[in-house]
């Protein structure tokens, strides 16, 4: 970071080129909230960003507990960011459990901003404090800056007709005024946007602004930090942005698919963690022709979404892997249909209920084997939030195109994270026709034109006919079908022959997908790092701070897992060391071993937290 120092402006500040904020308080605090407005005016001055919420599984954890302490952190630089950042730059933290819950996340000299009001006899307890550490020499180590935020919350809401506690609860917009001034952020954003969205409620605007202001001026005066920090815009490539995280992405990229296909789009769910936030998106869309429906359950939900692409629609449903479980079954039903369908897995930790609001990649084995029998479906994975707008549009295009379900893979950390995302022209984006069958398409042995709900076209893919179209009653069903005409048949030639067909249908998609890029920018790097879905960040950060330090090494990053791109095998042989980091225990390794019969090595994470920086770039270095 730069430590240049300007004197434009009093009081002096010192410009760097990338900051790491970290909100930490009590779940009842508002953290995420204030992370999330910081962000926005972040984005307001043109810095390039990445977020990282973390929340606990609790909807209520007990107050003042490490169990229920919820964190938001936020990543922005003058220069393109890939990772929410491995360590703070500044921490603020609400109360003692989030004090104690971060701290060891903190590099000697980082900024510590308190709020010393919570540093109370009760909440030191329930934190497992013995001692106060702002009456030690605990945090000796780092910046403390100590702001009794509780009771100057308390002040500024004076004549405003708010109780004690209800002020209270605007401590958190006490703390983003606070921090706003200290990293020249500016606060008329949120000031317009806590209008808008308290507009209904005229004190809960005046004692959130009041708050807000507050802790702005009390940074400014007090005189308690020294000086301000300074990051440069980042040169982003012209054009309108938006902050988007990775589900409201998601939802996005499924409207813009119907619209491009020219599909009402049906999307049926049951309400599961991370994944839930798709189904609020998109209900908020009717007017682009979507309908949402909530289940009963996982099975219900896939279940409706099959019948309708039978209809003629375009059926999605999304989960969690616990639903991915359930949805096994009928998700082999719609493979043995070969009807389109779009089945989202927002993975999270597990297994079982596991970590609900934790970030993991352990469901790509599920994905590609969940079911029973040889019933191959297409895999695809997002790389950043924005990227699942991408992806989302990329599986109804396979799945409307080879008339078979796909499963698209985010997690946790790309649904909730967000960056800002560059618009795209409506009018750049690729058309989706879907042609649906009019007429017979046989002449049977009596010479009677029929139709043949399995006569395959040069993709392998089966004619989609909607029921009630005159002349094209066929039978479909989760029995084996004939080839070509969809009679049930029990004959062994033929369920080969269909179960090889659709496998063959799978494997051609490998043609008309990108191939499989490699960062080289020499092309003489002995060891290859290999990454899929949210790893891209930390991986391709890791590999460029490493090359910039001498190594030789190069990055390659898979968006399609089945079926991989057909340059993989080029890609992977032309390296004598690869190495594959995944936050589970070893999934794509796995195939890349049995697919390619190379000599990969893993590196596995799996806390329910993304991988760091540091840790990608000091597996290089051991590698290499």
């Known amino acids: 970071m730069s430590n240049q120092t300007t004197t434009s402006q009093a009081p002096a500040s010192e410009v760097k080129d990338e900051i790491v904020v970290r909100f930490a308080g009590d779940s009842g605090d508002g953290m995420q909230l204030a992370g999330d407005r910081f962000t926005i005016e972040s984005a307001v001055l043109g810095n390039d960003l990445v977020t990282f919420p973390n929340y606990p599984a609790e909807i209520r954890a007990p107050a003042g507990t490490l169990a229920g302490v919820s964190s938001f952190q936020v990543h922005f630089g003058d220069h393109e960011v890939l990772t929410p950042g491995d360590r703070p730059t500044a921490l603020v933290a609400m109360n003692p459990a989030a004090l104690l819950s971060n701290v060891n996340d903190l590099d000697k000299g980082a900024m510590l901003i308190v709020n010393e009001d919570a540093f109370d006899e009760r909440n030191l307890k329930k934190a497992g404090y013995s001692s106060n550490p702002l009456e030690d020499d605990t945090l000796a180590d780092f910046k403390l800056v100590r702001v009794p935020m509780t009771r100057l919350t308390v002040e500024a809401a004076k004549g405003l007709g708010a109780k004690g506690r209800e002020a209270q609860r605007s401590k958190n917009f006490f703390a983003l005024g606070f921090v706003s001034w200290m990293f020249t952020r500016p606060i008329e954003p949120t000031i317009e946007w806590t209008k808008q969205k308290f ?16 802790g702005y001026n009390f940074a400014e005066t007090a005189e308690v930090i020294g ?31 119907a619209h491009l296909s020219k599909l009402p789009l049906l999307y049926a769910s049951y309400p599961i963690t991370p994944a839930s936030d798709i189904l609020h998106e998109l209900a908020r869309h009717k007017n682009f022709g979507v309908r949402t429906l909530q289940a009963e359950d996982e099975i219900a939900a896939i279940c409706m979404a099959i019948g309708a692409s039978f209809a003629g629609q375009l059926g999605v449903t999304a989960t969690s892997g616990p639903g991915v479980a359930l949805k096994g079954e009928a998700l082999g039903l719609a493979l043995h249909l070969e009807l389109p369908l779009v089945l989202i897995d927002v993975q999270r930790g597990g297994p079982s209920t596991g970590l609900p609001t934790k970030t993991e990649q352990s469901d790509l084995l599920m994905a590609m084997f969940g079911r029973h029998g040889d019933s191959p479906v297409p895999v695809l994975a997002a790389q950043t939030p924005s990227d699942c707008f991408y992806l989302a549009m990329e599986a109804v295009r396979i799945t409307t195109k080879y008339m078979t379900p796909v499963i698209l893979l985010t997690d946790g950390y790309l649904a909730n994270g967000s ?3 560059l ?9 989706m026709p879907v042609h649906f069958a009019t007429a017979p398409n046989h002449v049977d042995e009596n010479d009677e034109a029929v139709f043949w709900p399995y006569l395959r076209d040069e993709n392998l893919s089966r004619p989609w006919g909607i029921p009630g179209t005159p002349g094209l009653e066929h039978r479909i069903g989760g029995l084996e079908k004939q080839d070509g005409t969809g009679n049930i048949s029990y004959d ?10 659709r496998v063959k249908k799978v494997q051609g998609i490998a043609n008309d997908i990108p191939p499989l890029e490699v960062n080289d920018p020499t092309g003489d790097a002995e060891l290859l790092v290999v990454s899929w879905g949210s790893t891209f960040g930390a991986v391709r950060q890791g590999v460029c701070q490493a090359r910039e330090k ?14 991989f791109p057909a340059n993989t095998a080029e890609v992977l042989r032309s390296h004598s060391k690869i190495l594959v980091p995944e936050m589970n225990t070893g999934h794509l390794l796995r195939l890349l071993r049995a697919d390619f019969l190379v000599d990969a090595q893993g590196f596995n994470k ?3 937290l993304p991988f760091m920086i540091a840790e990608i770039e000091a597996k290089i270095w051991e590698m290499i």
């Open 423 to 431: 618009l795209p022209n409506v009018e750049d984006l690729p058309e």
């Open 227 to 257: 000086h301000r920090y300074d990051v440069p815009s980042a040169q982003l490539k012209p054009g309108t942005y938006r902050s988007i995280q990775g589900n409201p992405a998601t939802a996005y990229g499924l409207i813009a698919a």
């Open 606 to 608: 799996i806390a329910g």
């Open 199 to 214: 507009g209904k409620s005229p004190s809960v605007v005046e004692v959130n602004l009041a708050a807000l202001k507050a």
């Open 419 to 421: 960056e800002p995302w």
């Open 550 to 563: 001498g190594a030789k090494v190069a990055h390659a990053h898979f968006r399609y897992l089945n079926p």
């Open 492 to 501: 062994p030639d033929n369920h080969q022959y269909m179960v090889l067909t």
